[in-house]
């Protein structure tokens, strides 16, 4: 079976996020740029299907720009295959939208007769958390979302959900599209020897319109803000005064 996996090329998670001064987006200029961590959970996953013989090819996939070639390197590094960078020039946060991105996903997992795709549930810089549902929708295929557990077993697999009250665990029929919640393993570090070979392993690139997806952005941004400053806090002496401050003060009970 090949699995797919979707990479994105995002904003380091340690990185202060600055809006840029005319509130049109983030500046993302000489910002540091790592792989989504989520993605990063389902490269993992996704090594470990082949390390336990159930996937025959990892194939790791990034939509954006020339420089998410980093991100597939870091991907081949941690043990997927070979890698397919389809590039735009739109903005990865804004105009490159969850739609397209499904659309360009089901293009690549026809053309690759994947038996999965695996992805994250969310991807930090946008939050959307629609790509993986939308996909599922697109191919008709079934998804198993916000996945913390997964087992494989005769053409169909497990997966054990993180939602509201606790877990869920929903079977599955292969081809199916799985996006990773935090608790679905720990990522291996890339080892030296294996960011060497992964300078040699092939990268194919591609253009949306040669996969015949139209990406033209559907959502406009208007505008974007910096939350609201949060006001310090203050240190009550006893129960009693807290109690009258959310009475009186806060009017919440
Ligand atoms: P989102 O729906 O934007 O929160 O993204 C969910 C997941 O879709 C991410 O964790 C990635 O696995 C995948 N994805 C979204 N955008 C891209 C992209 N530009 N390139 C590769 N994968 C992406």
Redesign the pocket.
Known sequence: MKVLV???RVIDYNVNVRVKSDNSGVETANVKMSM?P??EI?VEEAVRLKEGGSASELIC????GQSCQETIRTALAMGMDRGILVKTELT?DDE?Q?LA?AKILKALAGKEDAGMVL?????ID???????QMLAALLGWPQGTFASKLSLEDGAIEVTREIDGGLETVSLDLPAVVTADLRLNEPRYASLPNIMKAKKKPIDTLTPDELGVDVTPRLKTLKVEEPAKREAGVIVADVAELVGKLKNEAKVI
Do not use: E, I, R
């Not at 946008?126 to 993986?132: E, H, I, L, M, R």
């Open positions: 979707a990479v994105k989504n989520f993605d389902a996939v990034s939509v954006g990865p490159l969850p991105v992805m994250g549930k969310q991807a946008d939050d959307s958390n629609q790509t993986g």
